[in-house]
């Protein structure tokens, strides 16, 4: 308990920095195990309130009963929920045949753009951690966006200590990310910890499989596992050797590399 | 081997640090492999590309999940960034490729727990290696342990491994830095790293896992004094939250704390906590924690919360190390922001004193700039007082960075506390605060009262520059637009207070000052406006009234330099008025300027701004 506890601290110490530095600042909320996480650190840095809008970029693809949880949470916790959507590249067709990265692309990164460019958003707060693959383990705290919400892995600025950019040029925004240091298995542990509501996709219902990472209903496939309960899962986790973004399509060949240069979550 | 492990809970962040071509990625990709930490058939599949390209395997091309670093052709679909040995999970903090190497490696440094640093047995101890040792000193990495690779090009000589060892402790030993082991290893062959090695049956120290299953999760500061920078002040609901994460020390309900370097004091009335229960009553160092207090003080970010027997230091100078990463040097008297904890302030490089070459530590004096890369010894400037600790004795308040422009530039470790002349009328106004004895009417019933805040509208300049009719003109103005302000001229001191002086004492600045400031300090308790002017002091303004910035400190000073022609005002001047004077306008100046620093609220009759962070 006591290892949560550390990244609780420092997760609340980043979005207490994020707080304080950034006048227009919103928090990205997937509805999946790791934002949701994320969003109630927020409630842990902010003694029960949420002062700032969550950010949902709605693909139209997601699982119904994703949408359903969303919409309970945020009346329950009082949430100001602001959902986007690439109306335009809906209105055209977009969807994961043409491609899983132009799908991504179109619907989720031009959709986040959108918003972003839409509310005049300076920081945005992302569920990220390094353990999930290769690009997020090369994140900062507080990572910069150009104009164009590209991501420059290659020429980041330095980040020391406590210490973090939170001064940029005008129409750049920064990208903050309070779980970097979050494993799989901690996420689980902390749920379990603060009793965290949670979507039960993440449970067997007796059918031997479960979702173990929540996307686009097309893109996504659940794993086979029995684990019913939180603690199942932790068991489970302890023992695979399983990427746990394996049942995610756009993470195939070099599709997360170009996403997340152009500025995906 | 294959180690069967289970997924433990603790987590341990390590960095690897060394010259470029020392076998980094080698080291990481094989204690992976070891340690069987990497997704299933990866290790194969790898494997399988190699060959099908008539290439031999690397360990390295396991780790390397960007395609740029990659060797062409050899895709990895999901990298893990961390691997498990006995009930830990390391988590490797990487720096990005080769171009910029050494701000990533000290952005990794600065975040990781623990390092491991590399030296090629074959190239031996290169620049580099030296650079990397003194910055995980600076930068506070204590735990850390010397691998020398490669030992299979030196055909696992002792003498080749002893010859390293003995040089690079005699380097690390002249800034006291004492790794925790040396180890010789061979990463492509899995020498000393999981396994011992059968090549080296003369080193029978610990292998590389060994050494890192060593490494302590961070130590405890909780028995220092308590040091908490406060990091914002919420106001979500009835409660004033004063938030920060605590550097060092504990504390609990009813601890009395002191607020440096405003020298507010409050008791504290609860810890607040979101779904904690019981609410908690303690804290100790490393948690980000909120407390309310006592008495509504209004307190701000960047100032140190501490006990009372164990105050951090305050001043507007210090010695410090720093190394510069900036794309511009560092130069001498350009203006920077200081950010020393939750601190940020303004500051200038008063001098460079050397700069350190990290090879062999030799110095090279009468710079006038610090290059991107280079390190140095220098003194730093504050526009206004600091509080901070040395760096040998608290860590988090005792280092800091500087921003240029829109970038963190640089950062370093503070050495040596620099003596500014308002030490003593620092540490009088220290000593009042502590003993001043407060009615039941506290600041902010006050400023709740009267619609504003307390301040002192301070007017310097030369003879004849019309400070008198300012002020005698921006008081009648406050006073009319309903504000409670008071014009405090030195000629009522004179012949009042300072009727026990002599001719000579009155030409005493200091003196003066002194009397001057604290009369103001009373009537900025009072909740007053306070408009005064350097008159008193003819030509000594400045000096003047650098002590009643200090004496009154922290009520704000809204300092006003008139002159009639251009000239350079004193530092911290808030308005400049120069030429013939249009009084109305400077008055309005004056009046925005109270306002911008939230001591009036922007319109008459509503109730002020007083910068609470909600």
């Not at chain 2, 909120?290 to 501490?306: N, P, Y």
């Not at chain 2, 408009?531 to 910035?549: C, D, H, K, M, W």
């Amino acid at each position: 308990m006591k290892h949560l506890r550390q990244l609780e601290d420092q997760s609340v110490y980043i979005l207490r920095e994020a707080y304080k530095h950034f006048n227009n600042l919103a928090m990205l909320w997937s509805m999946g195990k790791d934002s949701t996480v994320l969003l109630w650190l927020a409630r842990k840095a902010f003694f029960g309130h949420v002062p700032f809008p969550l950010l949902h970029v709605d693909t139209s693809y997601k699982i119904p009963a994703m949408i359903e949880y969303r919409d309970r949470l945020a009346r329950e916790w009082r949430l100001n929920l602001v959902v986007g959507q690439n109306k335009e590249a809906l209105a055209a067709g977009m969807n994961h045949t043409m491609g899983r990265v132009v799908c991504c692309t179109a619907l989720k990164t031009n959709g986040l753009k959108q918003l972003l460019e839409h509310k005049g958003y300076t920081g945005v707060i992302l569920g990220v951690r390094a353990d999930e693959e290769g690009t997020r383990a090369k994140e900062r705290y507080f990572s910069p966006r150009d104009k164009h919400g590209d991501w420059d892995f290659r020429d980041q600025p330095p980040e020391l200590w406590d210490q973090y950019k939170t001064t940029f040029p005008p129409g750049t925004h920064i990208r903050i990310h309070p779980l970097l240091d979050w494993t799989e298995i901690n996420i689980w542990e902390y749920i379990k910890l603060e009793n965290i509501p949670f979507i039960d996709l993440y449970l067997d219902k007796g059918e031997g499989i479960r979702y173990r990472s929540l996307g686009c209903a097309p893109c996504t496939t659940p794993i086979k596992s029995t684990a019913k309960t939180v603690d199942e899962i932790i068991e489970e986790l302890r023992h695979t050797t399983v990427a746990e973004r394996s049942g995610r399509a756009q993470d195939e060949g070099r599709g997360m590399e170009l996403l997340r240069k152009d500025g995906y979550m | 081997m294959t180690l069967i492990e289970t997924k433990p809970s603790e987590n341990l962040n390590i960095v690897i640090v060394g010259h470029v071509d020392h076998g980094k990625s080698t080291l990481l990709g094989r204690l992976y492999a070891d340690t069987d930490s990497l997704p299933d058939g990866k290790l194969e599949k790898v494997q399988a590309i190699c060959k099908q390209q008539g290439k031999d395997f690397e360990y390295a091309f396991l780790f390397d999940a960007f395609l740029e670093e990659q060797e062409q052709g050899i895709t990895i679909d999901t990298a893990r960034t961390f691997f498990m040995w006995k009930g830990r999970q390391y988590i490797i903090i990487d720096a990005p490729g080769h171009k910029e190497f050494l701000k990533n490696m000290i952005s990794g440094a600065a975040r990781a727990e623990a390092a491991l640093l590399l030296i090629d047995a074959l190239e031996g101890v290169k620049e580099q290696s030296k650079k990397h040792g003194y910055l995980l000193s600076l930068l506070g990495v204590r735990q850390f342990a010397v691998v020398v690779n490669k030992m299979d090009l030196v055909g696992y000589r002792q003498d080749v491994f002893e010859g390293i060892e003995k040089e690079y402790r005699e380097f690390l030993g002249q800034f006291k830095a004492v790794p925790s082991q040396f180890i010789p290893v061979s990463a492509k062959l899995g020498d000393n790293i999981a396994n011992r090695s059968k090549q080296m049956p003369w080193y029978t120290g610990a292998t590389v896992l060994e050494t890192l299953g060593g490494f302590q999760k961070e130590a405890a500061r909780s028995e220092q004094p308590l040091r908490m920078p406060v990091q914002d002040v919420y106001k979500f609901d009835a409660r004033r939250i004063i938030t920060g994460r605590i550097a060092a020390g504990r504390l609990k309900v009813g601890d009395h704390l002191v607020f440096s370097p405003s020298n507010k004091r409050a008791n504290i009335r609860t810890v607040e906590a979101f779904n904690i229960e019981p609410q908690p009553a303690e804290g100790q160092a490393g948690q980000s924690i909120g407390v309310t207090l006592d008495d509504q003080i209004f307190v701000e970010r960047g100032e140190i919360a501490s006990h009372q027997e164990h105050l951090p230091s305050v001043s507007t100078a210090f010695r410090a190390n720093l190394f510069w990463l900036g794309k511009r040097p560092l130069e001498k008297e350009r203006k920077y922001l200081l950010r020393v904890a939750t601190k940020e302030v303004d500051c200038e490089v008063a001098s460079i004193h050397r700069i350190i070459d990290t090879m062999d530590l030799a110095q090279q004096q009468g710079s006038n700039t610090v290059n991107k890369n280079q390190v140095a010894e220098l003194t730093l400037r504050t526009k206004t007082p600091v509080a901070f600790d040395l760096s040998a004795s608290f860590e988090a308040t005792g280092r800091f960075v500087l921003v240029d422009e829109y970038d963190i530039a640089g950062g370093g470790i503070i050495t040596e506390l620099v003596h500014d002349d308002q030490e003593f009328l620092r540490e009088e106004a220290r000593r009042r605060d502590f003993a001043w004895v407060k009615g039941e009417v506290t600041v902010e019933d006050r400023a709740q009262q009267y619609g504003h805040r307390a301040a002192v509208v301070l007017i310097t300049g030369g003879r004849h520059t019309g400070k008198s009719f300012l002020a005698r003109k921006l008081e009648g103005r406050l006073v009319a637009d309903g504000r409670h302000a008071y014009l405090l001229d030195g000629e009522n001191l004179r012949r009042g207070l300072d009727a026990d002086l002599n001719e000579e004492e009155r030409g005493q600045t200091t003196e003066m000052a002194r009397r001057y400031g604290e009369v103001a300090r009373l009537l900025t308790d009072t909740g007053l406006i306070v408009v005064s002017t350097t008159n008193p002091f003819g030509l000594a303004y400045q000096e003047a009234a650098q002590a009643i910035r200090t004496l009154v400190h922290p009520a704000p000073v809204i300092a006003v330099h008139m002159s009639k022609t251009e000239e350079e005002p004193p530092p911290n001047t808030d308005v400049v008025l120069s030429g013939p004077t249009d009084f109305d306008g400077a008055t309005a100046r004056i009046i925005d300027e109270l306002k911008r620093r939230g001591v009036l609220a922007q319109a008459i009759g509503a109730k002020p701004v007083f910068q609470y962070s909600i």
